[in-house]
C-alpha cells in the first residue's frame, strides 16, 4: 500500500512493500491521494503536468519502489525461549496513581522472590532455549531494587550457568531510582546490558502522580540518583523512561526537561490506565498529535545546533531495521518471551502476571501450557485484520497484545487510542529522516 502524508509545508509518499519513503511537491502527493480514490481537488494540475507526474509514479513502481507487493505470510516462529521477565518484588517503595501493577502487587499479597526461585527461571530459560546463544533477561517489579541481593545473585548464578552451555545473558533492570546508590549503581552499570530509569519530566508533573507511601512527591528524592547514574554510565544503554497522562498534555515540555537535565536517551509513553481524570481518550488525540509536532520541530532544532538527543519513538530504520520475522511477530510475548512472578509462575508478560486465565505453568514444573502458548505463537501482524490497511503495520507489528487485549478482550484486536499515536510518532520520525538526509547532502 501507498501512504501520502504531509509535515507542515512538507510532503511525503511512503511505500509499505518496499519500506521506501519519498518526499514530493503538493500536486504529486495530490495526484496519489487522487489515485488512493481520496476526494481532493486537482483540477489546478495541467494535463501536461499530471501526465509527466504519472511518468514518474510509473517509473518508481518499475523500479520497485511505489505500488511494491507486501509480504503476505508470516516466517514461522521458532519454539525457542529467548527471554523471562523476572519479577523479583512484588512490591514497590513508590505508590503511582496510574500503576498498571496495583502499585507493586499485583492485585495479590506483596512479596519478594526467593533466591531458589530466580535460580529454577534461570534453570528453565536455559533448558527452553534450544541452540540461542544470546538470552534475555529482565529484573522488574514492583521495584526490584528492593529485592537487590537476590538480583545480583541471579546474575551470578546465570552467568556462571550459561557459561556451561555456550551461552551467555543479557540483563535488563527497571528501577525508580530510589535505592539508586553508589554500590547499587556500580554494580549495574557493570551487570546490565541496559537500565530503565523512570522520571516522568517536570517536578511538578512526576509529584502529581509518583508518590511514595506516605504520600509524598519523589522527584527530589530520585533526580540526583538517577543523574548519577547516568554520570557513570558513559555510553553503554539506558532509558529514562516516564509516562505522559491527560493531565500533561503538554508532555513535548517533559521530554525537553529530561534533556536538559542531562538524560540523552529518553522514551516518554501514553499512560494506559481507566483512572478518569488521568485516562487518554480519543477527544485528547488531536492535541497529542499537534504536541508530537511540537516536540518534533524542537527535536530537529537542537539537533541542527548540536544538542540532540535520542527520542525512543522518533526513532525508525526503513532501511536495515528489524528483519521480517520480527516486523510480523513483534515481541514475541507467550512464546519466546514470558514473564515469571515471585512463586514461580508464568505468564505470557508482566502485564499479564496475575491474571490466571493466563498463568501457562511454573519454573517448577519446566513446561508450558501449549494452548495458551499457540494462541500466542499463532498471533501475528497478520491475523490483526484493522492492521491491513494501515502505512504503519511493519513498524508497530500490530500493537501491543496486552493492551489489546485489557481494552478490546482480544490480543489480536488493536487498540484505537494507540494506534493513531503510534501513526503520528511515525511520521513524525519520517519526516526527521528525511530532514536528516536533506543536511547530510548539504554538507
Not at 511477530?329 to 490466571?356: L, M
Not at 490483526?384 to 494501515?390: I, T, V, Y
Amino acid at each position: 500500500m501507498v501512504h501520502v502524508f504531509s509535515y507542515r509545508d512538507k510532503h511525503y509518499i511512503f511505500d509499505t512493500g518496499s519500506s521506501s519513503l519519498h518526499e514530493c511537491d503538493e500536486n504529486a502527493a495530490l495526484l496519489l491521494r487522487e489515485k488512493l480514490g481520496e476526494k481532493v481537488d486537482t483540477s489546478r494540475i495541467s494535463a501536461a503536468d499530471r501526465a509527466a507526474y504519472e511518468q514518474d509514479f510509473e517509473e518508481l513502481k518499475r523500479a520497485g519502489l511505489l505500488f511494491c507487493p507486501e509480504v503476505k505470510a508470516a516466517p514461522p516462529k521458532s519454539d525457542e525461549v529467548k527471554a523471562l521477565c523476572l519479577h523479583i518484588c512484588h512490591d514497590c517503595n513508590l505508590r503511582c496513581r496510574y500503576c498498571f501493577a496495583d502499585e507493586g502487587a499485583y492485585h495479590a499479597r506483596r512479596e519478594f522472590m526467593s533466591l531458589e526461585t530466580a535460580k529454577a527461571a534461570i534453570d528453565f530459560l536455559i533448558e527452553h532455549s534450544g541452540n540461542r546463544k544470546i538470552l534475555e533477561t529482565d529484573f522488574f517489579g514492583g521495584e526490584p531494587l528492593m529485592n537487590f541481593d537476590v538480583v545480583k545473585q541471579t546474575v551470578y548464578y546465570a552467568k556462571e550457568q550459561a557459561a556451561k552451555r555456550g551461552k551467555k545473558f543479557l540483563f535488563t533492570l527497571t528501577t525508580n531510582g530510589l535505592l539508586l546508590k553508589d554500590d547499587v549503581a556500580q554494580f549495574l552499570n557493570e551487570e546490565m546490558e541496559n537500565v530503565v530509569l523512570s522520571l516522568d519530566g517536570r517536578k511538578e508533573v512526576h509529584d502529581a502522580v509518583r508518590r511514595t507511601a506516605n504520600g509524598k512527591g519523589s522527584f527530589d528524592l530520585v533526580i540526583q540518583n538517577l543523574k548519577n547514574f547516568v554520570r557513570i554510565r558513559g555510553d553503554k544503554h539506558y532509558y529514562v523512561r516516564g509516562t505522559f497522562t491527560a493531565k500533561n498534555l503538554d508532555f513535548s515540555k517533559d521530554v525537553l526537561f529530561l534533556a536538559d537535565s542531562g538524560f540523552e536517551s529518553i522514551s516518554l509513553e501514553p499512560v494506559v490506565t481507566d483512572l478518569p481524570d488521568l485516562a487518554i481518550t480519543k477527544e485528547h488525540l488531536s492535541k497529542i498529535c499537534d504536541e508530537y509536532d511540537v516536540l518534533c520541530d524542537k527535536y530537529l532544532e537542537r539537533e541542527a545546533k548540536g544538542k540532540g538527543f535520542n527520542f525512543f519513538h522518533f526513532n525508525v530504520d526503513l532501511e536495515g531495521g528489524p528483519c521480517l520475522s520480527k516486523r510480523v511477530s513483534a515481541c514475541g510475548a507467550g512464546n519466546e518471551y514470558f514473564s515469571v512472578v515471585p512463586n514461580g509462575d508464568i505468564y505470557p508478560c508482566h502485564q499479564f502476571a496475575g491474571d490466571k486465565d493466563f498463568r501457562m505453568g511454573s519454573v517448577f514444573e519446566g513446561k508450558l501450557d501449549e494452548k495458551i502458548r499457540a494462541r500466542f505463537k499463532n498471533s501475528c501482524l497478520f491475523t490483526r485484520k484493522k492492521c491491513e490497511n494501515c502505512f504503519a503495520k511493519f513498524i508497530c507489528s500490530g500493537g501491543c497484545s496486552a493492551n489489546n487485549y485489557h481494552f478490546n478482550g482480544d490480543i489480536d484486536e488493536p487498540y484505537e487510542i494507540t494506534c493513531e499515536m503510534m501513526k503520528k510518532r511515525v511520521e513524525d520520525a519520517m519526516h526527521i529522516l528525511a530532514v536528516r538526509k536533506e543536511r547530510g547532502e548539504r554538507k
